[in-house]
């Protein structure tokens, strides 16, 4: 892990290691894995490298229940929340959540710059709810900075489902009634000064109004439909002086952050990861406990390390291009991530 400190980062993943393998505190899943191990992690789990030895974290092990075997014992008596990721088909994966949510957002809340994101401003959510974290998550952004945020309600499943149906005449009016709600909002509520949306609703909104005559100040965005070509145009057609805070993010991750924009980097999308709590490394797809070099394209592969969650070596969905330190997020990032080409004629990304 380039130019972030091997020690500080070996040293997080052995507190982490040692409070799910713990019978004290750890979380049953992982305990039930130690018992059929011959060898204790807590002992011989010592550095990041390490964690190859738990092999891949499969997203098969998230589906169905019981999902309190992923509360460590430390939170069993906490408040639990369960938030999913796809769903389309099939059962969900689900991964339960007490404060990481609160934790990530509060994290991100101070990489916004406060000219663009005032505190006590008002927010408006047009994303995915339901059974997300999202609407959870902006709610307490807007909170933690003071302002009170309105939610528009949309199921991106419906929306991919129309899609594979080939109804795009229903599809286009679900997208309708999502960016007439976000209008009424935006219309009734002159406090609201930033954003979360999707790209795709990006795009829908500036079709129909000037965000920042709208009084909009700053956007945070997020989804892979983002390109360096949406990025541009976003930047240079749509924007004016309203603040761009592009995000890569997901249940399993938490927050991976945007570069911040150098004209110099042609408009490429490039995120960092919440180091030393998530760790994003670019793979090689037939040897995927391989890093690919600088610039070299690859799979994305995720290693969440929290107290409440513990999910050494996922393969994600998407690939990207590796990306070296840069000068705020001293470690590696990601580059034009975007769903693995392998896989393209089975993802769909719907509103996203």
Aim: charged share 25%; glycine share 8%.
């Amino acid at each position: 892990m380039a130019a972030m400190s091997a020690e500080s980062l070996d040293a997080h993943v052995r507190e982490i290691v040692k409070w799910h393998f713990d019978p004290a505190t750890g979380t049953p899943f992982w305990l039930d894995v130690a018992s059929r191990l011959d060898w204790d992690p807590r002992t011989e789990i010592q550095t990041y490298r390490d964690l190859d030895r738990f092999g891949f974290f499969q997203d098969e092990w998230l589906r169905g229940g019981p999902v309190r075997r992923w509360v460590p014992k430390a939170y069993a008596n906490s408040p639990i929340y369960t938030f999913e990721t796809g769903g389309s088909t099939g059962v969900p994966k689900s991964r339960i959540n007490i404060n990481d949510f609160r934790i990530d957002y509060e994290m991100f809340s101070d990489t916004l710059p406060d000219e663009h994101f005032p505190k006590g401003s008002d927010w408006l959510m047009v994303g995915p709810s339901g059974p997300r974290r999202l609407r959870l998550a902006v709610e307490h952004l807007a909170q933690h900075r003071g302002g009170v945020c309105f939610c528009v309600d949309l199921d991106p499943r419906w929306v991919i489902k129309l899609i594979k149906a080939r109804q795009m005449d229903q599809m286009e009016a679900y997208k309708r009634h999502v960016i007439d709600q976000a209008l009424t909002l935006l219309k009734a509520h002159d406090s609201i000064r930033c954003m979360f949306v999707t790209p795709k609703l990006l795009e829908a909104l500036a079709e129909k109004i000037s965000l920042e005559k709208a009084g909009i100040r700053g956007i945070f965005c997020g989804g892979t439909e983002m390109t360096p070509q949406f990025h541009r145009w976003v930047r240079e057609e749509v924007l004016g002086d309203v603040f761009f805070a592009p995000t890569y993010g997901n249940t399993l991750m938490g927050l991976a952050v945007g570069k911040p924009f150098d004209i110099r980097d042609n408009y490429a999308i490039i995120y960092y990861p919440p180091m030393p709590r998530a760790v994003l490394e670019v793979v090689d797809p037939d040897d995927p406990m391989k890093v690919v070099g600088y610039g070299k394209t690859g799979r994305v592969r995720l290693t969440t390390l929290t107290k409440e969650f513990f999910m050494p070596r996922f393969l994600e969905r998407d690939e990207a291009e590796r990306e070296p330190p840069c000068d705020t997020y001293p470690w590696d990032g990601v580059r034009n991530v975007r769903p693995v080409s392998r896989f393209q004629s089975s993802v769909t990304e719907g509103v996203y």
